[in-house]
């Protein structure tokens, strides 16, 4: 472990016992540029939690959103919102961006990017002569021109899948993807469905959510007893393929197996992982969906073709992507296992959780990287 990190626990250790501010160690300021804040988020509540845990580590934050809804943040957090929840024009938000981003330049060392490569488009050229430095957060399979240009203008990118990608430029860092390992965690008095399965998350063709659809004519045609539920909300663009789906079921005459219902919000993720068998998710390798990580840290089996994970949980986990053959084949399989084997594999999974992907492991992996 580095010098500096045992230095900075130690003082984390001594200023939490006699109750006082470690400013050694916390003295840097913080702006973080993201999507959501919102605590009841269907999608990004999870970002309430990071910026819960980021207070701890520097002395203010400023967080900049393009939506905000509930917050519930300590005082050296001020959180400043671009306007999508009043509706407000794309040139308002550009505008209100700059005033910010400008206003706020003294109370701030260094810059936090999370998801959206424009703002380090927008702003990173003001950030280089403010003398700020940039880091950004970026996990997605595609890229462009644009996302080129941002990495450029970026000290450190950081990703949670060697398959994202933005892991193939040198300055990028692989990340733990930050589960709040407290939060989400079996409930030994939970009810789960027989047989049941739940894909979770927003509803939309990246998601391939047909794969399970596919997979579940395969397993009534084999007489398997079984409950899919695909729950999750669509954007307005994503309501022609929820229809698609809806067709298919209806077409397979699935409508006594399969199950559509709206998201929930983060508060509820816990309770609704704690209610089902088996989680599935069929996104790409290049993007390490969370909810694949929370699932298994609710010590719930799960079935997934992304790549990021072949080697490193058990293989009765993994299943060809795409291949709603290989997909119904284990989950039947799955099905199968005895309480001490599903208890035993939803052990291993959270504990991989845990070592590899846990918010405290996010949080002491960042903080001395965002301090300088």
Known sequence: MAKKTILRRFGDFMCSLYGISNFVFKKMRLLILTQTIHKDDNLLGFFHSWLERFSTKFSSLVAICLFMGRVELPNNVKVLSLGKEHRSSKLSRILKFYKYIWEERKNYDAVFVHMNQIYVLLGGLLWKVLGKRIYLWRNHTEGNILTNIAVILSDKVFCTSPFSYTARFKKTQIMPAGVDTAVFKKDFKADKFKNSVLCFGRISPVK???????????????????????????????????????????????????????????SKANALYNGYKIYVNFTASGSLDKTILEAMSCEMPVLVSNKSFEGVIDERCIFSEGDSHDLALKLERLFDLNKEEEELLGEKLRDYVIKNHSLDALIDRLTPILNG
Not at 210 to 229: C, G, M, Q, S, T
Not at 249 to 258: G, M
């Open 208 to 266: 391939k959510i047909e794969v399970l659809i596919e997979a579940a004519k395969e397993l009534k045609e084999r007489a398997v007893l079984f409950e899919a539920h695909i729950i999750g909300d669509t954007l307005l663009r994503d309501k022609k393929y929820l229809k698609f789906l809806k067709e298919m079921v209806k077409i397979y005459k699935l409508s006594e197996r399969v199950f559509f219902r709206d998201g929930v919000p983060y």
